[in-house]
């Protein structure tokens, strides 16, 4: 393997990321010719093939897995080399490369702009998965920063606080429930929902939350983003159970309304992950204080809290970790 190259390994790492030639010739801007003959190329020294297709369909050979683990220890180990030149530099030069979870992305961005305010020499390297992919990824090394609301247990990692994360019964305004106060939780088991997928934190959550009460989710529809969960809960076809900070704009608008539901919202907390031996580079370590110090306060101000308007002060304060 001594006539591979450091250009032919990025490129296997993304044909392997993406198990598509057509996505990883978008995502390094080459054409799809072009990958594939340098993925030739690498197989012609290896010896052997490094990538199967049955179909359609794109699949690593055992030997491929063999190198594109190796091949990403080499790319990572080339990253933290460039990252360490760079902070001879200082902050302003480096790159942040942060994960989110899909939820995080609703909020993320907002601390994301301010720091690179602060920083305008940063490079931002922004990834957004859900919660299967991210652990995957922390899993194989892949991950510098991540945003999550639900940390595993026993990946070596390191999982940090830094504000609070409240979830509710969202529905549409003309919703039987919508006008009415302190509602039973028992009064749920009636309502039809729409749940993330399996193995989603939010749906993990809303399960652990009906099950402690000895009841289950009359789950109708079962959607893998909260996007199209907000969109469906709008017109009628059901209840949510979401993050607040994913429908701020849609209370703030009067499109959705949280219930006021008695013993809601469920309090949780949002994260800032690493793995236990990661090496944060400057950058990754001036942004994980700038969220530390600053995220909690923020995301609890006025105008957060006036996204729960009309379900009178006791509702709001439960909603926002004051009462």
């Given at each position: ?7 032919q ?5 993304a044909?392997?990321r ?11 801007h ?16 290896a ?14 050979t ?23 030149l760079?902070a001879?530099?200082g ?24 720091f ?12 957004v998965?859900?919660?299967a ?12 920063l ?12 390191v ?9 509710a019964i ?7 429930l ?11 088991s009636?309502?039809?929902?729409l ?8 749906r ?15 789950a109708?529809?079962?959607?893998s ?18 993050s ?8 703030q ?5 949280m219930l006021?539901?008695?013993e809601?919202?469920i ?13 944060l580079?400057?950058?990754t370590?001036?942004?994980?204080e700038?969220l ?5 306060s ?17 509702a709001?304060?439960?909603a926002?970790?004051?009462?």
């Open positions: 393997m001594k006539r591979v190259t450091l250009r390994l990025r490129i296997f790492d044909v392997a993406h198990l598509s030639f057509s996505r990883a010739a978008e995502e390094l080459l054409t799809q010719p072009a990958v594939s003959m340098q993925i030739k190329q690498i197989e012609q020294t010896g052997q093939p490094l990538l199967e297709h049955p179909g359609k369909k794109i699949f690593l055992e030997a491929g897995r063999a190198l594109l683990g190796h091949a990403r220890v080499v790319l990572r180990e080339l990253e933290e080399a460039q990252q360490s760079a001879l530099q902050v302003n030069q480096g790159t942040l490369d942060i994960t989110l979870i899909s939820t995080a992305k609703y909020f993320a961005p907002r601390f994301l702009a301010q690179c305010d602060l920083y305008p020499g940063v490079k931002l390297k922004l990834a998965n859900n919660r992919q991210l652990l995957q990824r922390l899993r194989d090394n892949e991950i510098d991540a945003i999550m609301g639900h940390p595993p247990q026993g990946l070596g990692i999982a940090e606080p830094f504000a609070r994360n409240p979830h969202i529905a549409c305004p003309n919703h039987p919508a006008r009415k106060r302190r509602i039973p939780f028992k009064a749920l009636r309502e039809n929902f749940v993330r997928e399996p193995g989603s934190g939010t993990m959550l809303m399960e652990r939350a009906f099950r402690d009460r000895g009841m289950s989710v009359n109708t529809m079962e959607i983003s909260d996007e199209t969960i907000k969109q469906a809960a709008m017109a009628g076809m059901g209840l949510g159970f979401l607040l900070h994913t429908v701020e704009l849609e209370l608008t009067g499109r959705l309304v006021d539901v008695v809601m919202p309090m949780r907390k949002w994260y800032i992950v690493h793995g236990k031996d990661k090496r580079s400057p950058v370590r001036a942004f994980r700038f530390l110090t600053r995220a909690a923020a995301l609890l101000s006025t105008d957060r809290i006036k996204a729960a308007a009309g379900l009178g002060k006791p709001i304060r439960r926002y970790g004051q009462a």
